[in-house]
């Protein structure tokens, strides 16, 4: 995965891959880590359930080398992580 990059594969449990979006990318200085948010293709928003989005800590290759999706796994990030969502998603709706 490139930084700027709008869709990536995951493997998710079962070991299948699914080809998410790329919602978007940060970089935090707290964790020393770069996190990327992204949801499933072909998702479809509907009134009763909201497109189900998924965050992984993002650790980047080495020169030209595909990065990996890392778990996030302290409780400190996932909080960091819904404020910078919702913050996204505010000034999303701003913009309509």
């Known amino acids: 995965m490139e930084h700027g990059e709008k ?3 995951v493997i998710d449990e079962d070991g299948n891959e699914q080809l998410c979006e790329v919602l978007f990318t940060f ?3 707290e964790f020393q880590k770069s996190y990327v948010l992204y949801y499933p293709m072909g998702a479809e928003e509907d009134d009763e359930d909201e497109i189900e989005i998924h965050a992984s800590a993002f650790v980047p290759g080495d020169e030209g080398e595909d990065g990996e999706l ?3 796994e302290t409780e400190e990030e996932w909080e960091m992580i819904e404020e910078m969502l919702n913050t996204f998603l505010d000034e999303e709706e701003g913009q309509e």
């Open 7 to 9: 869709n990536i594969t």
């Open 27 to 29: 970089d935090s200085d």
């Open 70 to 72: 890392k778990p996030i």
